[in-house]
C-alpha cells in the first residue's frame, strides 16, 4: 500500500485524458464538416456537431475539475501526514524525556543539586507540551466562524511588545535581539486574534533566525492601512513557497529531518486571521530593504487601522493588559 502517492500518476492519466478528449474532438469537427459538405441534410450534421460538441466540451470539464480535485486531495494527504509526523515527534520527545527523568528520580538517589537540575528539564519539556497543545487549540480557534465575537480597538503597538516578551522568554533569547520600531495605532479586531497574529509571526522569525538570531519589528501607518513588517536574517523562503507555506499542515523539507520543532499550523493561523480582520500577510522581497544585507525573510501584514491620539481617551476594555488575556 501506498502511504503517500506520488502527483506524477494523476497529473499523466488527467493529461493523458485531456489530450485524448481534444483530438476526438478535432476529429468530429473534421468528420462532421466533410459529412456536412458531401450530404444533403447539412442541418442535421451541423446539429449533430454542437450537442457532439458541447458534450465534449462537459466531459473535458469533469476530467479537468477532477484532475485539480485529485492534486489538492494528494497534497492535503501529504501535509497532514507531515503533521502527523510533527505532532507524534513533539509528544514523543519531551514525554520520553520526563520519564527517563522520573525513572532516575525515583531509582537512584540524587543530590539536590542534581535534582533542580532535572526539575529545570522537566519543566522545560512540560512547557514544550503546553505550547504544543495550545499552537493546536489556536488552530480550531481560527478555523471556527465566530458570530458574536468582541472586536476591540487594539493597539498593536502594546501586542507587539507583550509577543516579545512571550517568544523571548520561551526561547530563552536576550530581548534586546527583536529590535522595535512601533509608531503607535489602532486596528479593530478581536485581542485573542492579535495577540495569535503576532506572536506566532515573531515566534516563527526568532525560531529561524540565523546566528546571532537578528529579528526586527516595525509598524508603520499610512492611509487608514497599518503595515507590519518582520524581518529575520535566516535561511529564507524560495519564491515558489512564499504562497504554499500560509496552507494548513505546510512545512518546508521533509517532516522527520527538521532541527527545529512545529505544526504546520503557524502561519495558517495567521493568514486566516488576518483575512477575517480585512487585512492581507504575504512574504515579500528580501531585496527591497537595500540598507540590511542580513535579512534574509520578510513577513508584511496590513490590517485597516487608524492613528493613536490619545491612550487616556480610549476605554480601558480596549488596550492590552496583560498577556494571559491575549491566551485562549
Not at 450530404?39 to 456537431?49: P, R, T
Not at 493561523?269 to 483575512?275: C, D
Request: net charge positive; glycine share 6%.
Amino acid at each position: 500500500m501506498f502511504e503517500r502517492w506520488s502527483l506524477k500518476f494523476p497529473i499523466t492519466l488527467g493529461v493523458t485524458m485531456i489530450i485524448l478528449i481534444v483530438a476526438l474532438i478535432v476529429g468530429w469537427v473534421i468528420l462532421t464538416a466533410i459529412a456536412a459538405t458531401q450530404s444533403q441534410q447539412a442541418g442535421f450534421y451541423w446539429m449533430l456537431l454542437s450537442v457532439g460538441t458541447v458534450f465534449l466540451a462537459l466531459v473535458l470539464t469533469g476530467v479537468i475539475f477532477y484532475l485539480t480535485l485529485s492534486v489538492k486531495a494528494i497534497n492535503l494527504t501529504r501535509r497532514q501526514s507531515n503533521f502527523i509526523d510533527s505532532v507524534t515527534h513533539e509528544l514523543k520527545s519531551p514525554i520520553a524525556s520526563l520519564k527517563l527523568y522520573l525513572q532516575t528520580l525515583d531509582m537512584r538517589d540524587v543530590s539536590k543539586e542534581e535534582q533542580a537540575k532535572f526539575l529545570k528539564f522537566m519543566m522545560d519539556d512540560v512547557e514544550r507540551l503546553d505550547n504544543l497543545i495550545t499552537h493546536l487549540l489556536e488552530a480550531g480557534y481560527a478555523e471556527k466562524m465566530r458570530e458574536h465575537e468582541s472586536v476591540a480597538a487594539v493597539d498593536i503597538s502594546e501586542v507587539v511588545r507583550q509577543a516579545v516578551r512571550s517568544v523571548t522568554l520561551r526561547y530563552r533569547v536576550d530581548a534586546d535581539v527583536v529590535k522595535l520600531d512601533l509608531q503607535p495605532c489602532l486596528i479593530s479586531m478581536p485581542l485573542v486574534d492579535a495577540a495569535m497574529i503576532f506572536r506566532n509571526l515573531i515566534d516563527n522569525a526568532v525560531k529561524y533566525s540565523g546566528t546571532p538570531p537578528k529579528v526586527t519589528v516595525s509598524v508603520r501607518l499610512s492611509n487608514e492601512t497599518v503595515t507590519c513588517q518582520i524581518t529575520d536574517n535566516g535561511q529564507g523562503i524560495p519564491k515558489t513557497l512564499r504562497r504554499k507555506i500560509f496552507g494548513r499542515f505546510v512545512r518546508l523539507g521533509k517532516e522527520l529531518r527538521r532541527e527545529k520543532p512545529g505544526t504546520g499550523l503557524g502561519l495558517h493561523i495567521v493568514s486566516t486571521l488576518v483575512k477575517r480582520a480585512g487585512g492581507q500577510v504575504s512574504v515579500i522581497d528580501p531585496e527591497t530593504i537595500e540598507d540590511d544585507q542580513d535579512v534574509k525573510t520578510i513577513f508584511e501584514v496590513r490590517l485597516p487601522g487608524r492613528r493613536l491620539r490619545n491612550l487616556d481617551d480610549e476605554d480601558s476594555s480596549t488596550r492590552l493588559k496583560t498577556t494571559s488575556e491575549a491566551q485562549i
